[in-house]
């Protein structure tokens, strides 16, 4: 999924995750078998875990985030709040906000979340902060990106399940 900054790439993500893991949650709660919903890993390299609970919460509640972080919310938006934070409260949404983490460590944990939360869905946010161990030091960008997406291939093929990488376009393009 890629774009310029500023376009949402994150917003979407986040959202199709959370979607996701909320589906099977309620899916299992209600006995649904096969489920289309999935245990999701989140590869957050830009941003913190609690900063993206927030902007989740935020997104969940339909609270502006800037209202959420200066605590200018009415009850009604409290409510909501509430709400959003009750369902996320227990998702099977796991977010690892590991800095300058290489596609070779983030196989070893989207293997061991695969094998003890069942994940059936990875998100990357996003491609360009990833370290990719076998390139050399003087690669262009485009070879850089290019090993990076090969090895989330490997990774989606290896555990079969989808990735979700997000890429940010230069503004020059």
């Known amino acids: 999924l890629a774009g310029r900054p500023g376009m949402g790439k994150t917003s979407l993500a986040t959202n ?5 893991a909320l589906r099977y949650k ?15 890993a989140l590869f ?3 941003m913190s875990s609690d900063q993206l609970a927030n902007r989740i919460l935020a997104e969940q509640s339909r609270i502006s985030s800037e ?8 009850q009604a938006e409290f409510n909501e709040l509430a709400r959003a934070a009750e369902e996320l409260y227990d998702l099977p949404l796991y977010i690892d906000d590991t800095p300058a983490l290489s596609t070779a460590a983030m196989r070893a944990r989207a293997r061991r979340l695969k094998r003890q939360k069942k994940i059936g869905l990875i998100v990357v946010d996003y491609l360009q902060l990833l370290k990719d161990s076998s390139r050399a030091s003087e690669a262009n960008r485009v070879q850089e990106v290019s090993e990076i997406t090969q090895g989330l291939k490997s990774i989606a ?14 503004r020059q393009v």
């Open 16 to 20: 199709i995750a959370f979607s996701t």
């Open 26 to 40: 309620l899916d299992q709660r209600d006995g649904i078998s096969p489920t289309s919903g999935a245990p999701v």
């Open 44 to 46: 957050s390299l830009e």
């Open 67 to 74: 209202n959420l972080r200066m605590g200018k919310i009415n």
């Open 157 to 170: 093929k290896e555990l079969n399940i989808p990735v979700i990488g997000l890429l940010q376009l230069s």
